[in-house]
């Protein structure tokens, strides 16, 4: 059973930028790919970007293709996104996912690919 608790959320200005973090805890984290999701309120949860194993195999939504980066640390059991030229139309909930992968290279936008989730982490961009 892994556990997942993101922090480093906030209120930020439009351009500015913000790392997220989710520190996983409860299971072997490099057997693991990962994935930060969004949700606003009314809307269906989106695919923001993954990451397998390693931090040779990324994926990324078209929004916030060239503005965030994914990356893990499996010496400190976390995975953070890096978010920058924040637009308020990244306004959301920030929830991490695992999954456990056999492979390398294995990375998921779908949602019901992952086994494990946090109870998110609020960030707002003000215009």
Same mark, same amino acid.
């Given at each position: 059973?892994?556990? =997942?608790v993101e922090s480093g959320?906030?209120? +930020?200005?439009t351009g500015s930028s913000l790392r997220? *973090?989710? @520190?996983?805890?409860?299971?072997?984290?490099?057997n693991h790919a990962m994935g930060w999701f969004r949700q606003t309120p009314g809307k269906e949860r989106e695919?923001?970007?993954?990451?397998?194993?390693?931090? =040779?195999n990324t994926d990324?939504?078209?929004? +916030?293709?060239?503005?965030?980066?994914i990356s893990r *640390?499996? @010496?400190?059991?976390?995975?953070?996104?890096?978010?920058?030229s924040l637009k308020p139309e990244d306004t959301a909930a920030y929830y991490c996912a695992a999954r456990f992968?056999?492979?390398s290279a294995t990375v998921s936008?779908?949602?019901?690919?992952?086994?494990?989730?946090g109870q998110g982490t609020q960030v707002t961009v003000s215009a």
């Open positions: 059973q892994v556990q =997942l959320g906030g209120l +930020v200005q997220v *973090s989710c @520190a996983a805890s409860g299971g072997t984290f490099s695919f923001v970007a993954a990451i397998g194993r390693s931090e =040779l990324y939504a078209d929004s +916030v293709k060239g503005r965030f980066t *640390s499996n @010496a400190k059991n976390t995975v953070y996104l890096q978010m920058n992968v056999r492979y936008f779908r949602e019901t690919d992952y086994t494990y989730w």
